[in-house]
């Protein structure tokens, strides 16, 4: 029987567990000291905040230099509740928890389109204005801060002694630590670090970037204010001196140092980074040298962090999950969406697309009938890329267009393109290189996973059976494409040619009613590409539409049913191989007009 | 009504000298930002270092302000090179994007720390080569320090670009910058402009530090929130783009005096009030470049 929570339980799973907790429990009664009572409740609510900035920065691959202003929306809110409205610890701490996480909320808004530098500067400001808004607003008591902060209750009135109040802090941090675990490989993890690879790919396969952007702020927020809470109560005065621009740099230093995206980094990091001005109180003065020195070291020599470095190590190597095996289930794939009547699936008109003065589509129609293979051709420059950017969303047209199945698509982002069952591969590859190729396409099934956040978070039956049930799908799909054997490979580690074949898996599980491959045959071996045709024709025998931009015309031709030529944005011919191959205007825009005064010269 | 006329006479000028104290630790950011994608979140601990060994220089060592300006830049520059080869080049191979961000901090307190250890923790009185008088332009008093330090930190601003637009050396930095692949494969020492930056990017710290010591204090905390300021300043102008940061800082410096006659407490918040929002509606800053999405 699997106890809810635990997610991969095992014996280990359990067993660590259980270790943590009585280490939680047996710290303090050992050690019996009020310093380092007080040293423990630190060590174990910085941790706290330091897992909740790698849901930021390690999965999600954003940055934050501002943490110290939500640590301190926690730490004012319950001191302020409590002090002045008298609520109990146990109504003041959720409350300072659920504002830090509606500023978090509100700090991701400008994360979708400052990138970088930019979003730091946002974070960095973001901290700044917390600092200055505690410091100088009379509501938060001005420089002086807030004094007498009750210290934390039992529900029954009475005061925690240091020791419970530790437990109290302990067990939330376990708890929190194996919630993130679960996060960390269900769906959501996967889906954050599938957007930090690739935004781009991310959202063709459905997934609303922004929204689960937002997810990981108010995660790292909620972390974050817990923090604070904690800290409030645990010190009884609080000023705008512990909300300093320092204290967001030391959080993510200490995440950096344990390993960013690893399950124990902010943990190691964080016991490591917060225990050395305790270890090192005796050298006063060169203790900023000895901080500074640890931090540049870790930093140059460990760039995975301690936890990441050492699991790359030999002798760790067996401490690894064994990945979970699958058996593949080819009955339960269904590749296509029921089709859409007897009309096109695709149907474009009059599409125009212009950057600037250029216009890359100049009035495209295009018609894509169902279950047909549908080759777009044309020289380099002629608006192949842009036609399939368009069309999958990714840029907006200019005019024009675009209906699938009879119903009208106007401007939709790429993730709705793709809720609509259009979906693509890209020229350039862009897979989600740190997950293995199993994760990818499990990715791939973002639109038709149903379990919800608390069902990961809480890894309930039905979020279980349904991982188990499209594992066994996914691995079908990567049998399909003839990857099965590189299931549990990382992407970036498959040659060029699987890479590809990996994108057209992932793709596919789209369940696409248009799949558009752009330059599938790019870079890939001749071998490989005997092996590509094959597969484009079963996923056309499997009932799914395609539409393939190739340069390669051995392969366009074979495969193609119709096949359309742009040049200069401009549909210039349409029809079946043979009548491309003897189309005058292709071959002019191919070989240019001289060309073909020889070729006629030729035939004469 | 003339009280307000003089206060914002006095604020424009403080404003202009602030915010031209900004663009010039801005532009550091920049010139190391579109050579290498990093920049020193130290800027303002460098100077820090200029003001206090230009303080040295100046007062114990009794050298010429001229001097003492040459000396913080020569030291600056040297720690310039030295930052590169401990914090930067190390740290660019990582696929980490961020370690930079926290290899220069590192840097930074430590700097701060010895600081503190040769020069004290206390506020030192930098005196001004000008004097400690005021200039009366109509009602208004003005600090001569604070006239020079517009003329001189705006001046080496436009020499930086002149230097980049016209030198050979310069021209070279900006192929780099442009294209690192294709500088190298036209003979350009990539590393070489690397360093170049990094070094141009501390002394232009190093001379900020010098200017400004004698309108504020010269001590080991001095140099954080300019230098986060002057990052607020790079980001509000577009951090590629030399024009919008020198734009950038002067309107920072402004917004913050002129701000600073109505309320001390706006005064604090208004420059990142300010980023937010020219983010909020230009995502690279104002007169940064857009992006447009490659597929």
Not at chain 1, 512 to 526: H, I, Q, S
Not at chain 2, 144 to 165: D, M, R, Y
Request: glycine share 10%.
């Amino acid at each position: 029987m699997r106890a809810p929570v635990f997610a991969f339980a095992g014996p280990r799973q359990y067993a660590l567990t259980a270790l943590a907790a009585a280490g939680i429990f047996v710290l303090p009664i050992v050690l019996d000291d009020p310093f380092f009572i007080l040293v423990l409740q630190s060590l174990a609510y910085l941790f706290i905040v330091a897992l909740g900035l790698d849901i930021l920065v390690g999965w999600t691959g954003q940055i934050s230099l501002g943490h110290a202003g939500l640590y301190a929306v926690g730490a004012y809110t319950t001191a302020l509740t409590s002090t002045k409205l008298g609520l109990p610890f146990w109504l003041s701490a959720p409350l300072g928890i659920l504002l830090a996480a509606a500023f978090g909320a509100l700090l991701a808004l400008p994360s979708l389109r400052a990138k970088g530098p930019y979003l730091a500067m946002v974070t960095i400001a973001f901290g700044f204005m917390a600092e200055v808004t505690a410091n100088r607003w009379s509501l938060t008591g001005g420089p002086m801060g807030i004094m007498s902060i009750p210290g934390p209750t039992l529900p029954n009135g009475r005061e925690m002694t240091a020791t419970e109040y530790f437990w109290l802090i302990g067990a939330v941090a376990l708890a929190c630590q194996l919630l993130a675990i679960n996060l960390f490989r269900s769906r959501i993890g996967r889906t954050l670090l599938a957007l930090q690879a690739s935004e781009v790919a991310a959202e063709t396969v459905g997934i609303n970037v922004y929204r689960y952007k937002v997810l990981a702020f108010v995660l790292s927020s909620v972390c974050a204010g817990i923090g604070g809470v904690f800290f409030a109560h645990q010190n009884g005065y609080i000023n705008s001196d512990s909300f300093v621009f320092a204290f967001s740099v030391s959080t993510l230093t200490s995440v950096l140092m344990g390993g960013s995206g690893t399950v124990f980094g902010p943990l190691v990091g964080s016991v490591i980074l917060n225990l050395i001005p305790t270890v090192f109180a005796s050298l006063r003065e060169y203790q900023l040298y000895v901080y500074g020195a640890i931090m540049l070291v870790t930093i140059i020599f460990l760039p995975r962090g301690i936890v990441g470095s050492l699991r790359q190590l030999r002798a760790f190597q067996r401490f690894r999950r064994t990945p979970q095996m699958a058996t593949p289930d080819s009955a339960a794939l269904d590749f296509a969406r029921k089709p859409m009547g007897d009309g096109a699936v695709l149907a474009v008109r009059r599409l125009c697309r212009s950057f600037g003065g250029i216009r890359a589509l100049d009035n495209v129609d295009l018609a894509i009938k169902p279950g047909t293979v549908h080759g777009l051709i044309g020289p380099n420059g002629s608006g192949k890329s842009t036609f399939v950017n368009v069309v999958s969303g990714i840029y907006r047209s200019t005019a024009g267009r675009i209906e699938l199945g009879g119903t009208v698509l106007l401007r939709l982002a790429p993730h709705h393109m793709a809720q609509k069952g259009i979906t693509r591969t890209f020229q350039s590859i862009r897979l989600f290189t740190e997950l293995s190729a199993l994760d990818n396409v499990m990715v791939g099934f973002h639109l038709h996973l149903k379990a919800g956040f608390f069902a990961n978070l809480f890894q309930t039956r039905h979020a279980v059976d349904e991982e188990t049930a499209f594992r066994r799908k996914a691995m079908a799909l990567l049998e399909f494409v003839g990857l099965s054997d590189r299931a549990f490979d990382r992407a970036q580690n498959l040659s060029y040619g699987q890479q590809r074949l990996l994108e057209i898996a992932r793709a596919l599980a789209v369940r696409p009613a248009l799949l558009m491959l752009d330059e599938p045959a790019a870079g890939v071996n001749p071998t490989e590409l005997q092996e590509l045709a094959r597969i484009i024709r079963k996923i056309k025998n499997a009932g799914v539409t395609l539409l393939i931009i190739e340069h390669h015309m051995e392969l366009i031709m074979g495969v193609s049913d119709v096949i359309s030529v742009l040049d200069f944005g401009q549909k210039i011919a349409e029809g079946d191989a043979a009548e491309i191959q003897r189309d005058a205007k292709v071959i002019e825009a191919y070989l240019g007009a001289p060309a073909i005064s020889k070729a006629a010269e030729f035939h004469a | 009504m003339e009280a307000i006329g003089v206060k914002l006479w006095q604020a424009l000028v403080s404003g202009l000298s602030v915010g031209s104290i900004y663009a010039l630790i801005a532009e550091g950011y920049y010139i190391t930002f579109i050579t290498t994608g990093a920049l020193n979140f130290g800027q303002g601990e460098f100077l820090m270092i200029g003001a206090l060994f230009g303080l040295t220089c100046y007062i114990t060592l009794g050298f010429p302000y001229a001097v003492a300006i040459f000396g913080a830049v020569l030291l600056t520059s040297l720690m310039g090179i030295g930052l590169e080869r401990i914090a930067i080049r190390p740290v660019m191979r990582h696929a980490l994007s961020l370690s930079w961000v926290l290899s220069t901090v590192a840097v930074s307190i430590i700097l701060k720390n010895a600081a503190v250890q040769l020069w004290g923790p206390e506020q030192i009185k930098f005196p001004s080569p000008f004097g400690a008088g005021v200039v009366h332009i109509g009602s208004a008093g003005i600090f001569p320090q604070e006239l020079f330090i517009i003329v001189a930190a705006i001046g080496t601003v436009i020499a930086l670009q002149v230097f980049l637009k016209r030198a050979v050396l310069g021209k070279a930095l900006m192929a780099v910058a442009f294209n690192r692949n294709a500088a190298a494969v036209m003979g350009i020492n990539v590393k070489r402009m690397v360093v170049l930056a990094f070094v141009l990017s501390s002394a232009l710290a190093g001379i900020g530090g010098v200017l400004v010591a004698p309108i504020t204090f010269a001590w080991a905390y001095m140099g954080t929130v300019p230098g986060i300021k002057a990052f607020a300043a790079a980001i509000f102008g577009g951090l590629e783009n030399p024009i919008g940061i020198l734009i950038g800082g002067l309107v920072i410096g402004l917004l913050e005096q002129v701000f600073g006659i109505i309320n001390s407490n706006i005064k604090e918040g208004i420059t990142f009030l300010t980023v937010l929002l020219i983010l909020a509606i230009r995502p690279s800053g104002l007169m940064g470049r857009k992006e447009i999405k490659k597929v």
